[in-house]
């Protein structure tokens, strides 16, 4: 067969579904061998669990250890579950520390004792120092093998070092340096190790490392090595010891597991633990269903406040044209305000601390805002249905506008500095209060304008 | 004065406005020169313009440059305004090529040219390389300066080779191949160049290179370095000729930006084009109103369809209490739908092609979630309301949260193949559309289950 040149993992797909259809595992096998890593982890990933567990099989054992590696703990664990105990034993002994602590989590106890004690005692050591770090903590997303240097050692001397621990670690572009009693003391990139005079000191050549301590976010410690374009974080225990490093490859993974969750979120879902398209609709409907229910929940307060105000309703009908319009308004204004807070406290632009520049922003900008949708709706209201409604109409949005970049924007701070996700006030839950809130904003303008 | 510990950026702000009031210079340039970059970075970004370029001012050489080039290009091109000539030809001839690029971009057209002529003959025609590509492509966020070495070639040449240029170019950790024709044959790690023999030629060392075409997008591209974790994607013409790198640095500047854009535009916003502190209001204010204003036309629509049922409404007014609900609920499984989509989109999970797949999903799961919502609608409504009207809502939610489902996980995958930004198709936008057709959904089951 020719080696063909795939890029479109669905095509792929196609061809692959067709030689199992046809029982013909040696073409199957011959196309998985022709394409390129990425591409096998693709359509891993699209495929069904039992389609999934057939192709896994077909890989070259390096192969297999790429793809393994690359898929994300949930559907490692079902692949487990579906291979042989040897083959199993292989795979995850081929992992790194921190991908292994990951599928732990996902295994059933018993599996992963049993995985766990198959391996090496050093391989057992280090798995278990990631593991002693709680979840969600840098700690276990942090590669406890690399190579250091010392102050006092020359470049030279580094490079020899590094060379014959080459094999075995993650990275060797940048190298903690650490003083006799581990304790980290700073940090010095390979490129300036090979710069250097052989003679050179390390002491000499060093930076101030940017640190983690381990029991720090995951999320934080990664950001910050997003913000500063490192290769390398060193991370350190409570006495400044170097205990592991976190490479730029995993914070990648940290920041992205991260803000497909702040993504989700804010869309009012729990975010997937997994490819969309091999999700089941039973784990779709499990992401959405607390968050639709408590949000109804919340919406039903409005029908509460409709109901206080069901006689000035059956008095003017013409009032109640305008409730999705009036809650419309009022919940974009107010997502607007929440989504760019949330962003800038992601990027640490802001921070709880600052929340009174933000008022000031946000009620500024909510009521130029109000300024200019309460002038359209008093002229376009006024125009159709009469002067008196119009006015109604433009001083409710005015005062909306205003109250929603307001409250929208101090959520997320207040979130935070309650230590929660800024995510979890997200913008469905700005809406909803929004919504109650400028029903009652509406009315009472309206008892007072129409003199109800 | 001690050096002072400085960790948070509004403390180390009202510090320094201390001194700039008591006009001691001197304090506040003490103060700077002691606290790390990234601190200075932060607050010159939180600074109003003024005190930014009072502050820039007080820098040590080395310590401006490297603020400079961490701040916004408009940021940079405030600052620029306000520093003397020399000072800012210094400055922009110390930056790297693409972050010239982007600084040109900001500036009037007179002052970039100026700059740009007193550049080296070298470093001129480096920056129009990067220029001649279109905004928002990778050959304008790509590195022109970097090390290649050859098929041909031994490992010790290549680290020779490496040594010589070491000062020159961005990185040296990954090296693109090339043939005689300069095109780009394959791509090898410093690390594995280092662990080989000698006198192993890298044609044996070297792996098959993830490449990128100059004229690709900036996100794309940028993507790519993400999902293999690269630290350097070399950077092809149409002929495969080598024109440059993206290095992952540079990568991780592009994504942060195309994700700030997707959250913003998923929370109905255009995104900043500065930190959320230093955006003064009517920016703020006009990276929301057209959106407002489009989205209000767009609920305007909402008014004519209540006009059109207004008399079911003067008949049945308790039909108008549930409006929010309806409409609300409809609005929430829309987005949860649409945010899941556009993520996975964004993360190369799912496809245009894939759009049966996802409607399938998207059916599905909306018409759990609608069995799940109009039967608690029907039972809390009907028990209060009498079990007609619970009727009405519980089919209402059932037709609505599949409606909803679907078409907020459809709209994104349409965005997409007409090449449009998929986030352009908003969550609000989606609320605004599911909002009018609830509403008739509503009405129409109302008149048929109550007989009107």
Redesign the interface.
């Known amino acids: 067969m020719d080696p063909i040149d795939l890029r479109?993992?669905?095509e792929a797909a196609r061809l692959i579904d067709q030689f199992l259809d046809d029982d013909d595992l040696r073409g199957a096998a011959e196309l998985v061998a022709a394409m390129?890593p990425?591409l096998v982890v693709?359509v891993l990933?699209?495929a069904g669990a039992r389609e999934r567990a057939v192709l896994f099989r077909l890989l070259s054992k390096d192969a297999a250890h790429v793809a393994f590696e690359a898929l994300d703990p949930p559907l490692q664990s079902e692949l487990i579950r579906d291979l042989h105990a040897d083959r199993v034993g292989q795979i995850f002994a081929g992992l790194d520390p921190d991908d292994r602590a990951g599928l732990v989590d996902e295994l059933p106890a018993h599996v992963a004792t049993r995985l766990l004690r198959a391996l090496s005692e050093d391989e057992q050591a280090l798995t278990e120092t990631v593991l002693g770090y709680p979840t969600g903590s840098v700690g276990r997303r942090m590669t406890p093998e690399f190579v250091t240097t010392h102050p006092g050692t020359t470049a030279a001397e580094t490079l020899d070092r590094?060379?014959r621990r080459?094999?075995e670690v993650e990275?060797?572009?940048a190298l903690p340096v650490t003083d006799d009693q581990r304790r980290l003391v700073g940090i010095v990139g390979?490129?300036a190790v090979?710069?250097a005079d052989p003679d050179t000191l390390i002491s000499e050549l060093m930076n101030?490392a940017?640190t983690a301590r381990a029991r720090d976010s995951a999320e934080k410690a990664a950001r910050r090595v997003?913000?500063?374009?490192l290769?390398v974080l060193p991370i350190v225990d409570d006495e400044t010891r170097l205990v592991g490093i976190l490479t730029?490859?995993d914070a990648?993974q940290v920041l992205?597991d991260a803000?497909?969750e702040?993504?989700?979120r804010?869309?009012?879902?729990e975010p997937?633990r997994r490819?969309?398209?091999s999700?089941p609709?039973r784990s779709?409907?499990r992401?959405?269903?607390v968050?639709?229910?408590v949000?109804?929940l919340g919406?039903?307060l409005?029908?509460q406040v409709?109901?206080v105000f069901?006689s000035t309703?059956?008095e003017v009908?013409a009032l109640?044209?305008?409730?999705?319009?009036i809650?419309?308004?009022g919940?974009?204004?107010g997502?607007?305000a929440?989504?760019?807070?949330?962003?800038?406290l992601a990027?640490?632009?802001?921070?709880p601390?600052?929340a009174l520049?933000?008022l000031v922003?946000e009620v500024?900008?909510g009521f130029?805002?109000g300024l200019?949708?309460g002038g359209?709706?008093f002229g376009?209201a006024g125009l159709v249905y009469g002067f008196d409604l119009g006015l109604v109409i433009g001083a409710t949005l005015l005062s909306l506008c205003t109250i929603a970049a307001t409250v929208g924007g101090l959520m997320p701070l207040l979130a935070r500095s309650v230590r929660a996700d800024p995510a979890v006030f997200s913008?469905?839950f700005i809406?909803?209060f929004v919504?109650a809130t400028g029903?009652v904003v509406y009315f009472l303008i309206a008892r007072t304008v129409l003199g109800l």
Chains 1, 2 share one sequence.
């Open positions: 479109d993992p669905a390129p990425w693709d990933e699209r590094v060379a080459i094999d990275t060797i572009y390979l490129r090979m710069r101030e940017v997003a913000d500063e374009r290769i730029f490859d990648l992205e803000e497909s702040d993504v989700a804010q869309g009012g879902a997937l490819p969309y398209l999700t609709v779709l409907f992401s959405r269903i968050w639709l229910l949000l109804a919406a039903a409005t029908v409709l109901e069901e309703l059956e009908v109640s044209l305008f409730v999705p319009l809650i419309g308004t919940g974009n204004t997502n607007q929440a989504t760019t807070v949330t962003r800038a990027l640490g632009d802001v921070r601390s600052d520049r933000v922003q500024r900008t130029t805002l200019v949708l359209c709706g376009l913008n469905p809406t909803t919504d029903l």
